[in-house]
């Protein structure tokens, strides 16, 4: 366990200005509440506040930071209030702790909310102060070294994947790359053990080997540079296990076929020194094309800047070289911690304010969000940009997701402008809304005043502003929609009980309706009756409440019903032992005979049939369902679509129709299509009588010669 004066020693090493002392008093403090609590590995507790700020010493972060880590669970563990940090360590030590304290005494529905407003309080107060992140980042970090301690497995890996979808991501967005790749490597070995043992074991087989190429590569490289009288120091590093996994999974590659495993990294004084050594570099072996970044010129959004290249090594392989000054590599190390300026009265330059216009924007487009899955969606969204840099028509940049659109651009410049947009010159020319941008493209917006967004946007926006936004305004649009409807539809219930409605709409009997409904405005009251959440029947009988005659299915059958044109049911389906009813089946199920099934009463269409198990029977309003059963009498036959996959051969067609032909089925409609790779995918519509009938259908077909499966389409 490290000890507090070890932590007083580093940060006297890099902190000249501080005052040292609160970081002993938060100690003495965090020591006397945390007395007699226990870690799960039997520790005392207080050796968790100890190895956090001995975590924030390592980014050197400044005094009032580091006496904040060691206080940062009083609040939420121990007896110790707000008010008593406030007046023992000053206000910005208790806001700190504040926002790194978790949500535990509040109630959510689901443990979903419970994380999703964790998270949403700690980015509020992040955007506030960085260093809440920053703390919390250090929290996390020895929390996952000491995993091995939980007794409960799935708490493990719900803990690792929180790591791995929320905090890593937040590391490489703030540029402190070494505990993003630590929380990486960690979540990784709790999620996926076997993939993580056996990447672990491949490196181990081949370091002998590679330390020697490592140090072989150094001297060689180190000799060149002096030679052009460059003074550097140069390292080799290996990639963690787990962007070999990535890497492995994303670009199909075996563990022999991943180049990068071992990197190299030049350190200079100057950027002019950066550039010379790239081009000593480029001269000594052959650059791969595309594979040059240069973040020196453009830097990573989080202030992180090298150069990187891929060149053929000395071996005919393919190896990557970073290049940068001792300042560049410190901000790496540090991420944002290099530059943030904690001290009252300073103020942070406008090149770091635009380091976090991502976590601005973040919170901006979160505030709406109520819906927990939705929430975390969108953060993880906003921390997994892989960047591209866009150009406005006046030489502004502008970064983007990649695979960002056009739609993006504009909603990226102003909300109006991406609802109004109508089309985007791209370098000039006109290209279609859904086009991916480029780094260096050149946008320019296309708007028209009278022009709204498309619900197909959805399906090819990147960005969370951009999504919100189309969302927001479809929203408005069903919300008026469904008001007008909710109103005409109230209007002829209740006229048709004698009520006025729109004199009921005004009483303060409609509000307690409402609020029994769960709305706390009489026109969400209206809305949910347009949208058909809740029936006008519904309401009405809430003012004219019927204790003797209970609404059942046939009732409603009756008044939905009773004005559609009857004519004979179709033969195979009963509704309550009723024969004089329109039915129809579900297209979207093709139920037959054998399979359970279920009615849904359709207004002006009689009785509409799905397989009870159909996902459109499942939503259905329960209210509206009706009992209904097959006609064992039938001799009717019945449309069921198939999918049938095999390879392509001679007479596979002849076979097929061959095969329902000797089963008495008829083939109602039959489409097919062959792939590159010589398989055919083919759709048949087939009719049958029963599902006795189908299953002998299906054991038929699977019997033909390269006939890889069949299966029965929903």
């Given at each position: 366990?490290i000890?507090?004066?070890?932590?007083?020693?580093?940060?006297?090493?890099?902190?000249?200005?501080?005052?040292?002392?609160?970081?002993?008093?938060?100690?003495?403090?965090?020591?006397?509440?945390?007395?007699?609590?226990?870690?799960?590995?039997?520790?005392?507790y207080?050796?968790?506040?100890?190895?956090?700020?001995?975590?924030?010493?390592?980014?050197?972060?400044?005094?009032?930071?580091?006496?904040a880590?060691?206080?940062?669970?009083?609040?939420?563990?121990?007896?110790?209030?707000?008010?008593?940090?406030?007046?023992?360590?000053?206000?910005?030590?208790?806001?700190?702790v504040?926002?790194?304290?978790?949500?535990?005494?509040?109630?959510?529905?689901?443990?979903?909310?419970?994380?999703a407003?964790?998270?949403?309080?700690?980015?509020?107060?992040?955007?506030?102060?960085?260093?809440?992140i920053?703390?919390?980042?250090?929290d996390?970090?020895?929390?996952?070294?000491?995993?091995?301690?939980?007794?409960?497995?799935?708490?493990?890996?719900?803990i690792?994947?929180?790591?791995?979808d929320?905090?890593?991501?937040?590391?490489?967005?703030?540029?402190?790359?070494w505990?993003?790749?630590?929380?990486?490597?960690?979540?990784?070995?709790?999620?996926q053990?076997?993939?993580?043992?056996?990447?672990?074991?491949?490196?181990?087989?081949?370091?002998?080997?590679?330390?020697?190429?490592?140090?072989?590569?150094k001297?060689?490289?180190?000799?060149?540079?002096?030679?052009?009288?460059?003074?550097?120091?140069?390292?080799?590093?290996?990639?963690?296990?787990?962007?070999?996994?990535?890497?492995?999974?994303?670009?199909?590659?075996?563990?022999?076929?991943?180049y990068?495993?071992i990197?190299?990294?030049i350190?200079?004084?100057?950027?002019?020194h950066?550039?010379?050594?790239?081009?000593?570099?480029?001269?000594?072996?052959?650059?791969?094309?595309?594979?040059?970044?240069?973040?020196?010129?453009?830097?990573?959004?989080?202030?992180y800047?090298?150069?990187?290249t891929?060149?053929?090594?000395?071996?005919?392989?393919?190896?990557?070289?970073?290049i940068?000054?001792?300042?560049?590599?410190?901000?790496?190390?540090?991420g944002?911690a290099?530059h943030?300026?904690?001290?009252?009265?300073?103020?942070?330059?406008?090149?770091?304010?635009?380091?976090?216009?991502?976590?601005?924007?973040?919170?901006?487009n979160?505030?709406?969000?109520?819906?927990?899955?939705?929430?975390?969606?969108?953060?993880?969204?906003?921390?997994?940009?892989?960047?591209?840099?866009?150009?406005?028509?006046?030489?502004?940049?502008?970064?983007?997701?990649?695979?960002?659109?056009p739609?993006d651009?504009?909603?990226?410049?102003?909300?109006?402008?991406?609802?109004?947009?109508?089309?985007?010159?791209?370098?000039?020319?006109?290209?279609?809304?859904?086009?991916?941008?480029?780094?260096?493209?050149?946008?320019?917006?296309?708007?028209?005043?009278?022009?709204?967004?498309?619900?197909?946007?959805?399906?090819?926006?990147?960005?969370?502003?951009?999504?919100?936004?189309?969302?927001?305004?479809?929203?408005?649009?069903?919300?008026?929609?469904?008001?007008?409807?909710?109103?005409?539809?109230?209007?002829?219930?209740?006229?048709?009980?004698?009520?006025?409605?729109?004199?009921?709409?005004?009483s303060d009997?409609?509000?307690?309706?409402?609020?029994?409904?769960?709305?706390?405005?009489?026109?969400?009251l209206?809305?949910?009756?347009?949208?058909?959440?809740?029936?006008?029947l519904?309401?009405?009988?809430k003012?004219?409440?019927?204790p003797?005659e209970k609404?059942?299915?046939?009732?409603?059958?009756?008044?939905?019903?009773?004005?559609?044109?009857?004519?004979?049911a179709a033969?195979?389906?009963?509704?309550?032992g009723i024969?004089?009813?329109?039915v129809?089946?579900?297209?979207?199920?093709?139920?037959?005979?054998?399979d359970?099934?279920?009615?849904?009463?359709?207004?002006?269409?009689?009785?509409?049939?799905?397989?009870?198990n159909?996902?459109?029977?499942?939503?259905?309003?329960?209210?509206?369902?009706i009992?209904?059963?097959?006609?064992?009498?039938?001799?009717?036959?019945?449309?069921?679509?198939?999918?049938?996959?095999?390879f392509?051969?001679?007479?596979?067609?002849?076979?097929?129709?061959?095969?329902?032909?000797?089963?008495s089925?008829n083939?109602?409609?039959?489409?097919?299509?062959?792939?590159?790779?010589?398989?055919?995918d083919?759709?048949?519509?087939?009719?049958?009588?029963?599902?006795g009938?189908?299953?002998?259908?299906?054991?038929?077909?699977?019997?033909?010669?390269?006939?890889?499966?069949?299966?029965?389409?929903?």
């Amino acid at each position: 366990m490290i000890r507090i004066n070890d932590i007083i020693d580093k940060a006297s090493q890099y902190n000249l200005e501080d005052d040292l002392d609160i970081i002993d008093r938060a100690y003495i403090y965090s020591a006397r509440v945390h007395d007699g609590q226990m870690r799960l590995s039997g520790e005392p507790y207080l050796s968790h506040p100890l190895e956090v700020a001995g975590i924030l010493a390592d980014m050197q972060l400044d005094a009032v930071s580091i006496a904040a880590g060691l206080l940062h669970d009083v609040i939420e563990d121990t007896h110790a209030t707000e008010e008593d940090l406030e007046q023992i360590f000053g206000r910005d030590v208790v806001q700190i702790v504040a926002g790194v304290t978790k949500l535990s005494k509040l109630t959510f529905n689901s443990s979903q909310a419970r994380q999703a407003e964790s998270i949403r309080k700690m980015l509020l107060a992040m955007a506030n102060d960085i260093r809440v992140i920053l703390i919390k980042l250090a929290d996390r970090l020895h929390n996952m070294r000491t995993l091995q301690y939980h007794k409960n497995e799935s708490k493990k890996k719900q803990i690792s994947k929180e790591t791995l979808d929320i905090y890593a991501p937040i590391a490489a967005r703030l540029g402190i790359y070494w505990i993003k790749n630590e929380l990486e490597n960690i979540s990784f070995k709790y999620l996926q053990y076997n993939d993580y043992s056996r990447i672990e074991a491949l490196v181990d087989t081949k370091k002998g080997e590679q330390e020697e190429y490592v140090e072989k590569v150094k001297i060689f490289l180190k000799e060149k540079m002096e030679k052009a009288h460059l003074d550097c120091k140069i390292l080799g590093r290996y990639k963690n296990y787990f962007s070999i996994y990535q890497k492995m999974q994303d670009q199909n590659l075996t563990f022999e076929e991943v180049y990068d495993i071992i990197a190299f990294r030049i350190v200079l004084d100057t950027i002019p020194h950066c550039y010379e050594a790239l081009g000593l570099v480029h001269a000594l072996w052959k650059p791969i094309a595309k594979k040059f970044k240069d973040y020196i010129g453009i830097p990573k959004p989080n202030m992180y800047q090298s150069l990187h290249t891929t060149v053929i090594g000395p071996y005919g392989e393919r190896m990557e070289i970073q290049i940068r000054t001792h300042e560049m590599d410190r901000v790496a190390k540090s991420g944002i911690a290099a530059h943030w300026s904690y001290k009252e009265g300073r103020q942070a330059d406008e090149k770091i304010s635009n380091t976090f216009a991502w976590l601005q924007n973040l919170i901006e487009n979160q505030a709406e969000v109520r819906d927990p899955d939705e929430f975390l969606e969108n953060v993880r969204i906003d921390l997994f940009p892989d960047e591209v840099y866009i150009f406005t028509p006046q030489g502004e940049i502008k970064s983007l997701p990649r695979g960002a659109t056009p739609v993006d651009f504009a909603y990226l410049i102003h909300t109006e402008v991406g609802n109004q947009c109508t089309g985007a010159k791209v370098n000039g020319r006109m290209v279609p809304l859904k086009y991916n941008l480029k780094t260096s493209d050149i946008v320019e917006i296309i708007t028209s005043k009278n022009h709204h967004p498309s619900k197909d946007w959805l399906n090819f926006v990147k960005t969370v502003k951009a999504r919100s936004r189309i969302r927001q305004w479809i929203k408005s649009q069903e919300k008026e929609r469904s008001m007008s409807l909710g109103r005409e539809m109230c209007e002829k219930a209740f006229r048709k009980e004698g009520l006025n409605f729109h004199a009921l709409l005004k009483s303060d009997t409609m509000m307690e309706i409402a609020e029994q409904f769960g709305f706390k405005a009489i026109d969400d009251l209206i809305v949910s009756v347009g949208y058909g959440k809740i029936t006008a029947l519904q309401l009405v009988r809430k003012f004219e409440p019927r204790p003797d005659e209970k609404e059942t299915s046939e009732s409603l059958l009756g008044k939905i019903i009773g004005r559609v044109r009857k004519k004979k049911a179709a033969s195979g389906v009963m509704v309550k032992g009723i024969d004089d009813i329109l039915v129809r089946f579900g297209k979207c199920c093709n139920p037959v005979p054998g399979d359970t099934i279920t009615g849904y009463i359709t207004r002006g269409f009689g009785v509409t049939v799905h397989r009870s198990n159909c996902v459109n029977a499942l939503k259905m309003n329960p209210e509206r369902r009706i009992d209904v059963q097959w006609n064992e009498d039938s001799s009717e036959t019945f449309p069921v679509k198939l999918r049938i996959s095999s390879f392509d051969r001679v007479g596979l067609l002849a076979a097929i129709a061959m095969s329902i032909s000797k089963q008495s089925a008829n083939i109602l409609s039959l489409n097919t299509k062959t792939r590159d790779n010589g398989t055919v995918d083919s759709l048949i519509v087939i009719a049958v009588e029963n599902t006795g009938h189908l299953e002998r259908v299906l054991s038929s077909l699977k019997k033909i010669k390269y006939v890889q499966e069949v299966i029965r389409m929903d």
